[in-house]
């Protein structure tokens, strides 16, 4: 059974930082490309940021590029989001998803949302003074 289970959400002032974390299980994970989208009320899942399989792509969205960084550890099946300098506007509930993407070069169908083949229960990231 899969499973990707998200951590690190919570409460922070504009300005501040946090760091995501996305531990996954039961699959094979250097097998998988790795993405954060996240969600607001309302609104369709946001694509944020990917990384192809060893890591050495990764992706942006361009309302996080310069201020959010993703990395994964692939001894520790772990994927973050280190968020800095955030704003109300990045509050949302963060969720990871796996792909399963064997190309270290390229993630062409990043930004769809069901492209994906597992997902996170997501965390809840909060901006606010």
């Known amino acids: 059974q899969v499973q990707l289970v998200e951590s690190g959400g919570g409460l922070v002032q504009p300005g501040g930082s946090l760091r995501l974390s996305c531990a996954a299980s039961g699959l094979t994970f250097i097998h998988y490309a790795m993405a954060w989208f996240r969600q607001t009320p309302g609104k369709e899942r946001e694509f944020v940021s990917a990384v192809s399989w060893s890591g050495g792509t990764t992706y942006y969205s361009d309302s996080v590029k310069g201020r959010f960084g993703v990395s994964r550890d692939n001894g520790m099946s772990t994927v973050y989001l280190q968020m800095s300098s955030l704003t109300p506007d990045d509050t949302a509930v963060y969720y990871c998803?796996?792909?399963?993407?064997?190309?270290?070069?390229?993630?062409?169908?990043?930004?769809?949302?069901?492209?994906?083949?597992?997902w996170g229960q997501g965390t809840q990231v909060t901006v606010s003074p």
């Open positions: 998803a796996a792909a399963k993407h064997f190309k270290d070069f390229d993630i062409p169908n990043r930004e769809q949302a069901d492209w994906y083949d597992y």
